[in-house]
């Protein structure tokens, strides 16, 4: 049997950061997925913050999920959502290191 590798990502932290960012000067709109897993496969852990910085619109957040959405131990959650140009998506979780968050690029247009 293989042994595979970690999809890339990053474990969420109480403190907000950053996952995915559109460089500004793309010229593409990408459609992403993003997938969260709760990897304590103890207890249950929050998406305590996931948004969107629009930047047509001087970086104003748009709430990709509800606040606190929960995340049941070994589950998951799964968004697309679309980034123009410049826009960025940032989340935190309930706890350190308890919610891993994947980002994959699904599709590129150009502007």
Known sequence: ????????????????????QNPSGSGMVWLVGLSFVNVDGVNDASISNCNMLDANTS?????ILPVNTLCKKV?????????????????????????FVSVEV??????
């Not at 970086?59 to 709430?63: E, F, L, Q, S, T």
């Open 1 to 20: 049997m293989a042994i595979l590798k970690a999809p890339a990502g990053v474990a969420l932290t109480t403190a907000m950061k950053t996952i995915v």
């Open 59 to 63: 970086n104003a957040v748009n709430p």
């Open 106 to 111: 699904l599709v590129q247009e150009a502007v």
């Open 75 to 99: 589950d998951g959650v799964y968004r697309q959502k679309v980034l123009e140009p410049g826009d960025l998506i940032q989340a935190n979780a309930s706890a350190d290191g308890d919610i």
